[in-house]
């Protein structure tokens, strides 16, 4: 699977954003990270081939949460839907 | 090739027939008409940039923009999912844009995820049966108000004719005859 490292000098978390190449808020979740030079790793699951869409599908749901993008993980526990600024900010803290 | 200005044209036109603004911030709104365009080479139809899609017109026909969640959203939220289309409140600054929650139904969400349709694989089938199965959930819906017909799964939220609301509508039954 394509999984995209985006380096930074905040390390300080495990970042992880499942996102869409076409979505204005995933870009914008992207360029807040950035911003905050927090290192990440992101997969733009509209890209992904079938078998990796299905890996990709059963990873979220296994997460309990639902299939909509952006979705942040921090730390393998934090998980937040939506370019939610607070939240993933106060995650970040 | 549509281009990105064949997009934006678009996309102005329906805003301002329903009375809607577009994203005020320049950037964000370029994202997502690249995004629609994208998704328009990609699929043959512009569905929505912030969800995913499949590319089979039956799985994605409820999110090709303007999808089905519109209407109720702008009314609601202020803007639509993605934040293409907002209120005038949100243009004009006096309303925050924030994340709108996704009302499309999990369910559609995740048949689009599995690929899946609804559609069971070709068997001979009686001509009665044939008539039903291409109807496949699919009802006539009357807005009581206007008299708009609509052809799909659900009612539309918002009447497009004379925004009444999703109360308006009832069922039409029909009764199919085939001959043969
Ligand atoms: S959420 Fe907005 S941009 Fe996305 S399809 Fe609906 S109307 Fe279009």
Redesign the pocket.
Known sequence: MKIQKVPGNNKKHKVFVYALSTCAWCKKTKQFLKDKDVEYEYVDVDLLSKEDLEKVKAEITSRGVPLQFPLIIIDDKVMITGFREDQINGALA | MTSLEEVRRR?EMDAESRGYKLNPDSYFLND?LE??RTNEERYGY??????YATGIFDLDKD????????DI?VEEFG???????VSKEVYEGKKKLQP?PERRPSKLIERALSGRTTKEPAHEVKKEERVMEAIDGMKFWYCKQCGYVAFREEPPYICPICKAKREAFAEIYLSVFAKG
């Open positions: 996309v997502l995004g629609l512009p569905s929505c940039p912030c969800r999110i090709i923009c303007p999808c089905d969640y519109r959203d803007a639509c999912y993605c934040g293409l289309f709108v």
